[in-house]
Every structure is written in C-alpha cells, then in structure tokens.
C-alpha cells in the first residue's frame, strides 16, 4: 500500500523553485530539505510552464481550459449516446426505422 503525506504547502514549493533559479540544485536541496530532486524538478518545469517559458508544457490556464473541455466531452458523448437510444426505442414502438441519410 502507497504511503500518504501531507502536500506540500504552495509556499514551499515556491521557495525551493526560487532556489533552484538562485542557483542551488534540486539534489543539494533534496539533501537538506525532505522532497527528493525529482519532486523538486517537477515544480520547477511546472513553474516554468506556467510562466510561458517551456512551450512544450501547458500553461496554469490551458490545464483547466484542457479539463473543463473534457468534461463537457464526456458529457456531450453520453448525451449523445443516450439521443441514440432513445431514437431506436422510439423507432421500434412506432414500427418504423429511421432514414438514413444520403450523405450528399
């Protein structure tokens, strides 16, 4: 079973993040500090990011424009699987198929 922990507060990630671009390395504060140099980096690509200064990664905005738009994907998939369904029930009550449609 995986260990749980507390996160580390904002404040904290943000002061290793100052370090790191103050010129220390993530190894020298994983020794010192509790994170591992790892964990460490990962905040510093995050910031980075966030920043506009790593154009591979999404932004702090894009992220949640990303999850709001999958979201309402989700949603509009199961509305639409649902319209499907209902289309045939009705379909086979009223003893009729519905058209297909010519695609021209």
């Known amino acids: 079973m995986p260990r749980s922990r507390v996160a580390y507060a904002p404040e904290f990630r943000q002061k290793m993040v100052e370090l790191v671009h103050a010129g220390r390395s993530p190894e020298e504060l994983a020794k010192e500090f509790e994170p591992s140099a790892?964990?460490?980096?990962?905040?510093?690509?995050?910031?980075e990011g966030s920043r506009g200064k790593r154009p591979h990664l999404l932004t702090s905005a894009e992220r949640e424009?990303?999850?709001?738009l999958r979201k309402e994907n989700r949603k509009l998939?199961?509305?639409?699987?649902?319209?499907?369904?209902?289309?045939?029930?009705?379909?086979?009550?009223?003893?009729?198929?519905?058209?297909?449609?010519?695609?021209?």
């Open 65 to 68: 424009e990303l999850g709001q």
């Open 77 to 104: 998939k199961l509305e639409r699987e649902i319209l499907a369904k209902a289309t045939a029930w009705f379909a086979r009550e009223a003893g009729t198929t519905p058209r297909r449609s010519s695609g021209s």
């Open 38 to 47: 790892q964990t460490i980096r990962n905040w510093v690509a995050k910031s």
